[in-house]
């Protein structure tokens, strides 16, 4: 099992980082090898991804899911993973991200990668392109505030520290729109060319 840990730091208030972070859907937005990420219900999602060639299709689940702090999956088929994000209020407007990814590299190509470090070299960048992504627009694309406890949701009466909201209480982001499972975002700067699904 390989490990890594990368961390970067956001000049955006932590629940705008973790909002954005709830918006699995954008992962290709700022992930490198990611080509899709679709929201099957409030927990599990499924990837499409195309690494050094290798393209792959697995569901990972969202186990534990606390506003403002930790975002937790696991893989519930090939290729193993799992991980941690975590989410760190430095200042008002300055948040550190944490990612911790636990995976099983198939093949020689992938095992050889992994002895060489780049995997964690492709994570470092990925936070640095989120990093880019999140302070030019300096808002969210939409937020998803609920709890999630060994893989069930649950809102008990959980206050964010910024804002006070319960996160039973979806917040309310501009151009917010519905989608399946989760409130996700439009932004008319960056998706006005991409449609929204009305499901």
Known sequence: MATLH?????????????????????????????????????????????????????????????????ITWVSTDKPRNSGTVTFEPLEDQRTRVNVEVYWEPEGLAEKTGSALGVDSRQVNADLKRFKEFIESRGIETGAWRSTVEQGEVDDPPFETAASGIPSSTPAVIPSAVPSPGRPAGTDPIIDDDEPVDPR
Do not use: C, H
Request: charged share 30%; proline share 5%.
């Open 6 to 70: 990368e961390s970067i730091e956001v000049e955006v208030p932590v629940t705008t980082a973790y909002n954005q972070w709830t918006q699995f859907e954008t992962f290709p937005k700022f992930m490198s090898g990611v080509e899709s990420v679709e929201q099957l219900d409030e927990t599990s999602l499924r990837f499409r991804t195309d690494i050094a060639g290798v393209k792959r299709e697995y569901n990972a689940k969202i186990s534990e899911q606390l506003p403002d702090r930790r």
